[in-house]
């Protein structure tokens, strides 16, 4: 299985950062933040790599004996492979797809929207389809983004760890 490209970097983003110059304190203006979002979009994942991402996933929830529904999209955000372990609640469905969705429509991880909340930055939750839930990342090959996965079943941290499984093993495809 190949993905294109040798180079994996992941988009594991968390917020805005700002431009400065060597100018002195007096002399400087405030910096107008740049987005760290502005991430080009890459080849659509393909249905092999997806298998494998989620095949990744699975294998760290059973490890850890959570009961986990996966989904991985393409850029646009249409569905390329779902599976749902057994005794995985029903409401886990619709959440794994609605997390990979958000990251991969904000193109970063849906656990940036749960810190903002935690910080008290509610306004987060009226973005439409953000996930304000860890579990959702965004996949990227050679800093474009190729996709993403989501994951829910556990708790919140519990899925971020299954997606990050997923996310290392997308990085052993590409550097094979």
Do not use: C
Not at 19 to 43: M, R, W
Not at 132 to 156: C, R, Y
């Amino acid at each position: 299985m190949r993905i294109s490209g040798s180079t994996l970097s992941i988009a594991l983003l968390s917020g805005a950062f700002f431009v400065s110059t060597n100018a002195s304190p007096a002399d400087q203006k405030p910096a107008a933040p740049v987005s760290s979002y502005a991430i080009p979009i890459g080849a659509t994942i393909g249905l092999d790599a997806a298998k494998h991402v989620a095949a990744a996933a699975a294998a760290e929830a059973k490890k850890n004996s959570w009961h986990m529904a996966i989904a991985v999209v393409d850029p646009a955000g249409t569905l390329i492979y779902f599976e749902k372990m057994d005794d995985t609640q029903i409401g886990s469905i619709k959440v794994a797809q609605a997390k990979a969705h958000s990251a991969i429509a904000f193109k970063r991880p849906s656990k940036v929207f749960q810190e903002a909340v935690a910080a008290g930055n509610v306004h987060v939750m009226g973005l439409p389809g953000a996930v304000a839930v860890e579990g959702g990342v965004p996949l990227a090959v050679d800093g474009k983004i190729i996709g993403a996965i989501g994951v829910s079943g556990g708790t919140s941290q519990q899925d971020g760890v299954v997606a990050a499984a997923a996310v290392d093993a997308l990085a052993k495809i590409v550097a094979a």
